[in-house]
């Protein structure tokens, strides 16, 4: 290794990569992932002495997450945040291309089957849309929140949007098309776009808000202050304003509210589902309403098809089970 490899190795601040990185992906939450992920391996690197970016050091950071209990899905991220640090790092010459190359082979962690995730029941979904109204006439929460709540919850149980995507919903992006409304034009994951079909409760829904809130163009989903009045521009809690539109954290924080007061929570009293789970429930329910598969891959807008599959194998393995063709018949212990 060269002079100034080897005082990079010592001396240099790769704190200052981590932009080079973040720069490299387009959606936020991956930014925000990534550079979760890219200073806690930067910590552990600082404490380990500074060996050097080496496909070893990576190993060893693979094998202390492991150790910890990290979660698969957590490690492979962090190892995916690391291989884009080095292949930056080599593309403006701060590391060997023969050390990147040997950081972007390390191995990530082989999932171990599927996760089943959560899902709602239909009964369960319906009781989660409904519960910002009842907790209205309980008189818990203002008017205009309980309408925006349930149209919000109403979106993202009956079109299986993203929280990101809920956010940025736009009234025009809601027309009628062939007699029946729908979501136009929605840009997902990697620019992907597609069309969702509305059910007319969700419509009803979003009808009420409308209604309620006066607005009717621009974004769907706005801020309220605390009386539950429209916001407007908003100071958020780093500093900075928000235009009063509601942001995805916003979007998570709503789902977690109302899952906590329809009583869907763990032993520990926490929530038993979250955001994403909804767009999860969607599509259980979807199938199980006897959807096919073309159209749930629609509605989420997944690219490729073996994807939607995934995503309801575990529903789809549960509902009948290799026991389910065990029969025993048990003796009864009468009192």
Known sequence: MDGQHRALARTDDWYTIIDLVTQSVESPHSKRAYSRALIDFLDWYEAQGRPGLSKATVNAYREALLAAGKSRASINQALSAIRKLAAEAADNDLLPPTLAYGVERVKGV????????NW???????QLVNTPVYRWQREEIPLLKALRDQALLAVMVGTGLRR??????AW???????????????????????????????????????????????????????????AGRVK??????TD???TPQAVYNVVRE????????NQKGEPSFAAHDLR????????????????????????????????????????????????????????
């Open 110 to 117: 082989r999932q171990a089957g599927v996760r089943a995730g």
């Open 236 to 241: 958020t809690k780093g500093g900075g304003h």
């Open 120 to 126: 709602l029941t239909v009964e369960q979904a319906e």
């Open 172 to 230: 025009e992006q809601i027309q009628q098309r062939d007699g029946r409304w729908a979501i136009i034009d929605l840009v997902g994951k990697r620019g992907r776009v597609r069309s969702v079909g509305l059910p007319s409760w969700v419509k009803a829904a979003l009808d009420r808000w409308a209604a309620a809130s006066g607005v009717t163009a621009g974004r769907v989903f706005r801020a309220l202050n605390k009386d539950g009045q429209l």
């Open 280 to 335: 999860r429930t969607a599509a259980a329910l979807a199938l199980k309403g006897g959807a096919d598969l073309r159209q749930i891959q629609q509605m989420l807008g997944h690219a490729s098809i073996t994807t939607t599959e995934r995503y309801l194998e575990p529903l789809r393995s549960l509902q009948v089970t290799a026991g389910d063709f065990i029969q025993i018949e048990l003796a009864v212990a009468d009192a």
């Open 244 to 246: 009063g539109n509601l």
């Open 258 to 265: 109302h899952v906590l007061a329809a009583g869907y929570t």
């Open 164 to 169: 990101a995507e809920a956010a940025v919903l």
